[in-house]
């Protein structure tokens, strides 16, 4: 069966301070991993989408990774608005995205 | 481009009445389409996708039904709530062509009481 951990629940940071989030996985035959960041009462919004590993993906202060095991979602000198949940997802062959549970990520000014 | 919309977004309901929640899709065809259920602490939980007209998988046996009577139409049923179908219904689409992410609505809130 196919499942993703997320790592840790939740993780509270000062603002500044850099850290990573982690997602592991064991699927057959991945086709992709994605990650969402998910506001408070509001449907996820898509951030990343690695392939294979050793692919990496950057988008302002948030860097992907991905190995043959997990990715991680690296977060450099983050700021309040990054608050949010981060879900890690995945899809092997034709079946539906499989969801993690997802960080809780607290940034304090 | 495409969008996605899903509505209403709050409902409160009484116990063992009817549910319905659409979703449609406007900029793409054949979508594959997909209900989740999050429930705090327990993530996303697939409840039903459909890769095509009339073609629904359930994934969880439970309350609740899914149908698709147009192609870039999917609604979630229920002929009675229980307390415990109460969470944040989100449907989402892709395709299975590049890109594979699929894209999410806003989600409804559901209060049964």
């Known amino acids: ?109 | 481009s495409q969008t996605i919309h899903q509505w209403p977004a709050t409902l409160v309901q009484p116990v063992g009445s009817p549910l319905s929640l659409e979703c449609t899709v406007e900029g793409t065809s054949n979508p594959n389409l997909y209900w989740y259920r999050q429930a705090a602490g327990r993530g996303l939980q697939l409840l039903f996708y459909s890769v095509g007209i009339g073609q629904i998988s359930s994934e969880v046996p439970q309350n609740l039904s899914a149908s698709r009577p147009q192609d870039r139409q999917f609604i979630l049923s229920s002929k009675k709530l229980l307390l415990s179908d109460s969470g944040f219904y989100l449907c989402a689409w892709n395709r299975d062509s590049q890109p594979l992410w699929a894209f999410f609505g806003q989600g409804t809130r559901l209060t049964v009481v």
Not at chain 1, 30 to 46: T, V
Not at chain 1, 78 to 85: F, G, I, L, R, Y
């Open chain 1, 1 to 109: 069966e196919d499942q993703v951990t997320q790592s840790p629940e939740a993780l509270r940071l000062q603002e500044g301070e850099s850290s990573s989030l982690n997602c592991s996985y064991t699927v057959s035959g991945l086709r992709g991993l994605f990650w969402y960041r998910q506001d408070p009462g509001k449907g996820p919004e898509f951030l990343f989408t690695l392939y294979s590993a050793g692919e990496e993906k950057e988008k302002e202060r948030l860097k992907a990774t991905l190995t043959k095991k997990e990715s991680f979602l690296h977060i450099t000198a983050p700021k309040p608005e990054d608050s949010a949940t981060y879900l890690c997802a995945v899809q092997a062959g034709n079946t539906p995205l499989v969801f993690g549970k997802g960080t809780r990520l607290s940034v304090i000014a």
